[in-house]
DNA sequence: ATTCAAAAGATGACCAGTCGTCTACATCTC
DNA sequence: GAGATGTAGACGACTGGTCATCTTTTGAAT
């Protein structure tokens, strides 16, 4: 077994048991034990428990940034519907069992400077690149200039990362729906009028 | 000591690890160390960790759900404003190190059957106050009455539970001025005529 | 190409400490 | 004195991490 393919091993075991369980109730032995691997290998390959944490964040939100098209022809709103789409249906393959890890390091490990910081940096990264693109709409007409779009984009973020907690805790889609309809009918639209969510039933 | 004064110590002691550090990291002796009382005691007034932990979090569930004026002459808006406003402050208070039990045991304890119940029923009496004063709002003309009052409620709630996400890992109060701001300027408004937010700056 | 010693990597048993819980004994109350 | 209540410290399980020993790889010499 080649050595980088046992370190994938366990960043992959790592990543599902953080998402599910959270970082503290994840220990160890489950991670080795769900890589097929001894524990005393564990540490040939990282330096710690904490170590692993931040890498297996790291690797989420860059898969999470993969997933937003910051440059291209195609209508802004569209690519940050496409964006969430994407998420959503992580989820929905995960039967909404899994949390999202700069959500839920927030939540757990915020006292650990470390994770803090680090959770902070891809929160923020996040947020950024969510602006950028709700600028593109801005400036094509698809969302109303008359927005922060730095506010929106980190509101939209906020309230992304609540609806995956929500969706947790009831097993259910629900969250993510209301998430998407206000998000792409009230917020992310053109100008004052907005249209009515009445009319979308 | 009378009985009572020391399980509410119990009860406040773990409250605030809770909120602080969450619940895997919060064990037993911090509590009692926290309470001053002998660890052997704890058993004599909670049957275990989960009990306890279960009624912090109705507490604290009660606690917020207090601070929403359900049924008022007042403004239904100026009511949701007062409640935020209120949560927001105690978060400023503790200089923004104090989480939200129910977003942060429906990340932390997603996979606990008990703590999932529980979190659910929480935040669904809260988001269903949040809808009963929406409601109001719409019916007084305050709200755009074409909005769906549930959706509208359950997102706010997630979009809050993000916000004190991100006020933990940021220590900062931007994520609820960015909150309050797309909430009251744009979503609880009286119609498709948002007040723009250039103009609030 | 082969051999061998040194270096690097792997690992199972072990470590000290922490965890939530329990219980024999101590203390209190009536 | 009897019964109720409180509790110190033991318990068994688990934690993240260490390390002596074994295995594998590497590179130099022939």
């Known amino acids: 077994m080649a050595k980088k393919d046992i370190r994938e091993r366990i960043v992959e075991a790592a990543s599902h048991r953080f998402h599910e369980f959270g970082y503290n109730a994840t220990g160890i032995q489950d991670i080795v034990d769900a890589a097929k691997i001894p524990k005393g290998s564990f540490y040939a390959h990282f330096k710690s428990k904490e170590a692993l944490g931040l890498e297996v964040l790291s690797d989420d939100a860059r898969d999470t940034e993969a997933t937003l098209t910051l440059n291209d022809e195609t209508s802004p709103v569209e690519r940050l519907r496409e964006h969430f789409n994407i998420l959503v249906s992580d989820y929905h393959r995960l039967k909404y069992r899994s949390g999202c890890l700069i959500g839920d390091f927030a939540s757990e ?93």
């Not at 109303?144 to 984009?153: E, M």
């Open 109 to 201: 490990l915020a006292s650990n400077p470390n994770f803090r910081q680090a959770t902070l940096h891809h929160h923020s990264e996040w947020s950024n690149n969510l602006e950028a693109v709700i600028r593109q709409g801005q400036a094509r007409g698809e969302i109303d200039a008359s927005r922060d779009s730095g506010v929106l984009a980190r509101y939209l973020l906020d309230s992304f990362l609540g609806a995956v907690l929500r969706s947790r805790i009831a097993r259910s889609q629900d969250a993510y729906d209301d998430f998407l309809e206000v998000c792409f009918d009230i917020l992310l639209v053109k100008g004052p009028t907005a249209s009515p969510m009445a009319t979308k039933k």
